[in-house]
């Protein structure tokens, strides 16, 4: 509440304008109207007493009269005051009522009514519930006392006391009329502006909604592009190192490749981590269910993370139970990569000396499913007891002298957590300040028939894919050496064109086995061209396998509703470019 008016103030208006909120003001004009509805009785009642010889009458309106009038004044000069001033209306108003009943009419009547029904509406709605039941009570008591006692009780007539003489009692039923409906009036009207005010809050709410999804999807939009920008580069400095490193390098060279590789694994993770936490935000992860070794994916995954855990002269232990050694499930290796590579690379990052054991355990096997527990544990650092919440949070590390000290941005753990959700998986935290920490999770994976070649074969020792037809659309000048390159290592001679269009072109003049086709590119990028290939009469060429070749991760049911048959995710290495294609090879070998 505002500060007090000026001591001369008579105006109403600047009462209720010193208040904010809809409610006082309306309860302001509510005390005022009631208070000069009552100095209007008391001057009547003081009139007819006067007229009519009643003295006791003459001296209970003139107090009232000299009441009121204080009131009015106090109520304009200081409306902060409304509280004590409601208390003191309201217990005017039931001496009014004791003492008619006491000392003048001695029984019931309109007048008297009128009294209570003011007094009760009064209560309530200018002191609330709990006062308003009080005083509720206390009026209405001594009109329950009477009707007990047996008294007569004359609601239409002025009984046997020194009841006011007519026409003041008539007017002063007027009056009370006039003064409830005026008081129901302003009450609900100010229920009214209160909704309206709460309509009009809710309509700018809706819009501050609309408008901060729009900015979230703006943000996604800017993070999904960034993140293919960003990987597209990162696909060649990846898939170069990967040549370079199979074409054998000097050991020294190998060291430096080596460096190389580690250094973009841990910009792809960073970049993975943020576009995972904008996915995440904005419910847009799906998980795959591709068939693959969990052993070998883990041994993969952890070779290079033990370059980095060798190069602080840690000793790195993979732990895995044999009877995992040849399970295949069903499932998503590229998140299940991610949460390693976080955890391990944590680990790591935290441990100066000791070690860091990656250890997979058989906890349950069925016919369809595989359960699998996971942990990581380093002899790092630790954790505090009173951070280990924290550490899931976004952006959060245990302290900030670890910023300073090991970098990061604080996302690894929160995205590990999330992901996990999505295999329906929690992570368990141990951790002992200066000796080490544990994390831990349980998932239960769909097994799935086995392999029929491992994965990680060397592509010498694989068949022969040289007949392929294959026709590549990428707009990237870099990607599409790299690709060349790659390919050529299979044997294989691929047309490349720079986008969409001329995609469609080259397809319309040869016949191809497969497609990989850069979702992103100018003229007609990959979704439409795709749709074009889709469309034609040919039953041959509208059904030619194409494979997303895409650097963005965020696509996946986009990909699959657009007509094409696989995805192959930059940045790409051997292995998995050889995969794709011998999946083209059998394809063929079987519609030949």
């Given at each position: 509440m505002s500060g007090e008016l000026p001591f001369f103030n008579w105006s109403l208006k600047k009462a209720t304008d010193s208040q904010s909120e809809s409610f006082i003001k309306a309860r302001i004009r509510l005390i005022f109207t009631i208070l000069i509805f009552s100095l209007l009785k008391s001057l009547v009642g003081l009139a007819t007493a006067i007229a009519n010889e009643q003295w006791l009458q003459v001296k209970r309106a003139a107090i009232a009269l000299v009441l009121y009038t204080v009131l009015i004044k106090i109520l304009l000069y200081k409306p902060a005051k409304l509280r004590p001033l409601a208390h003191i209306m309201i217990l005017a108003g039931i001496l009014m009522v004791f003492s008619s009943i006491i000392f003048f009419s001695h029984d019931i009547n309109l007048v008297i009514l009128q009294f209570v029904f003011m007094i009760v509406l009064s209560g309530f709605y200018t002191l609330g519930g709990k006062w308003g039941f009080i005083y509720a009570f206390i009026s209405v008591l001594p009109v329950v006392i009477v009707v007990l006692l047996g008294d007569d009780v004359h609601i239409f007539s002025h009984g046997s006391g020194q009841k006011l003489a007519s026409p003041g009692y008539e007017i002063l039923a007027i009056l009370n009329f006039i003064s409830i409906v005026v008081a129901h009036y302003l009450f609900y009207k100010a229920f009214s502006v209160n909704i309206q005010e709460k309509e009009k809050l809710n309509l700018q709410l809706?819009?501050?909604?609309?408008?901060?999804?729009?900015?979230?999807?703006?943000?996604?939009?800017?993070?999904?592009?960034?993140?293919?920008?960003?990987?597209?580069?990162?696909?060649?400095?990846?898939?170069?190192?990967?040549?370079?490193?199979?074409?054998?390098?000097?050991?020294r060279q190998q060291e430096n490749l080596k460096i190389l590789q580690l250094s973009t694994a841990d910009l792809l993770s960073l970049i993975n981590n943020v576009l995972d936490f904008n996915k995440t935000e904005s419910d847009k992860v799906v998980l795959?269910?591709?068939?693959?070794?969990?052993?070998?994916?883990i041994e993969n995954k952890c070779t290079v993370l033990q370059i980095k855990a060798q190069d602080k002269q840690l000793r790195f232990i993979l732990d895995i139970d044999e009877r995992l050694r040849d399970t295949v499930v069903a499932s998503d290796p590229t998140r299940l990569s991610q949460i390693i590579y976080n955890l391990v690379s944590n680990a790591v990052k935290f441990t100066e000396q000791g070690s860091i054991t990656v250890k997979l355990a058989l906890k349950e096997k069925t016919e369809k499913n595989v359960q699998v527990l996971f942990s990581v544990t380093d002899t790092g650092i630790g954790i505090h007891p009173d951070r280990q919440e924290s550490v899931f949070e976004m952006f959060t590390q245990a302290e900030s002298h670890i910023t300073r000290k090991y970098g990061g941005t604080g996302l690894g753990l929160a995205i590990v957590k999330q992901l996990l959700s999505l295999f329906d998986s929690s992570i368990e935290l141990n951790s002992t300040p200066g000796k080490g920490t544990s994390f831990s999770f349980?998932?239960?994976?769909?097994?799935?028939?086995?392999?029929?070649?491992?994965?990680?074969?060397?592509?010498?020792?694989?068949?022969?894919?040289?007949?392929?037809?294959?026709?590549?659309a990428e707009d990237n000048d870099v990607n599409r050496l790299l690709i060349k390159k790659q390919m050529d290592m299979l044997q294989l001679q691929p047309?490349?064109?720079?986008?969409?269009a001329l995609a469609f072109d080259a397809l319309m003049a040869h016949d191809y086995d497969a497609i990989f086709m850069d979702l992103h590119m100018p003229v007609s990028d990959g979704y439409q061209t795709t749709k074009q290939i889709r469309a034609l009469a040919d039953a041959a060429k509208a059904g030619v396998h194409i494979v997303a070749f895409t650097a963005s991760v965020t696509e996946q049911e986009k990909i699959f509703e657009n007509g094409f048959d696989d995805f192959l995710y930059k940045p790409v290495n051997m292995n998995d470019l050889y995969d794709k294609l011998e999946k083209i090879a059998q394809r063929h070998n079987t519609m030949v």
């Open positions: 809706q819009q501050s909604a609309t408008e901060a999804n729009k900015l979230a999807e703006s943000r996604a939009n800017f993070l999904s592009t960034m993140s293919h920008e960003l990987r597209t580069p990162l696909n060649s400095v990846l898939g170069i190192t990967e040549l370079l490193m199979r074409d054998n390098p000097e050991k795959e269910a591709v068939p693959f070794q969990l052993a070998e994916l349980l998932i239960n994976f769909a097994t799935a028939p086995s392999l029929a070649k491992p994965a990680t074969a060397a592509p010498q020792e694989r068949a022969d894919l040289s007949h392929l037809r294959i026709l590549v047309a490349i064109v720079e986008n969409g």
